[in-house]
């Protein structure tokens, strides 16, 4: 089982930047694929980023270019660096884990087996 908790979220405004932490649980962390999803209200959940065990990284079109992914497999933790914010990045931020697949889609949410909490990101303008 693994357990995944996100911090960093935050207000800030429109062309601001925001780090967010995904901290994992358990021994195998570097075997995992993880993902960061963000759901806005009245929408449905969608893929932002994602980086694979092998450090290989796949992003949303809407945030390439502004939107950084990374992990440390030391300390067990993903981040998602997010740089030029728009008001339309507002929502909840899940980050997400999965054990390493090359065969499964990295985008859908539907392929991941672990997910965090959540955490509020509002973009004011």
């Known amino acids: 089982q693994v357990q995944l908790v996100e911090s960093g979220g935050g207000l800030v405004q429109a062309g601001g930047s925001l780090r967010l932490s995904c901290a994992a649980s358990g021994r195998t962390y570097s075997s995992y694929d993880m993902g960061w999803f963000r759901q806005a209200p009245g929408k449905e959940r969608e893929f932002v980023a994602a980086i694979r065990w092998s450090g290989s990284t796949d992003y949303a079109d809407s945030v390439k270019g502004r939107f950084t992914v990374s992990r440390d497999n030391t300390k067990n933790t993903a981040y998602l660096q997010m740089n030029s914010l728009k008001p339309e990045d507002t929502a909840v931020y899940y980050c997400?884990?999965?054990?390493?697949?090359?065969?499964?889609?990295?985008?859908?949410?539907?392929?991941?087996?672990?997910w965090g909490q959540g955490t509020q990101v509002t973009v004011s303008s």
């Open positions: 997400a884990a999965r054990w390493s697949s090359t065969v499964r889609g990295i985008k859908g949410a539907v392929f991941y087996d672990y």
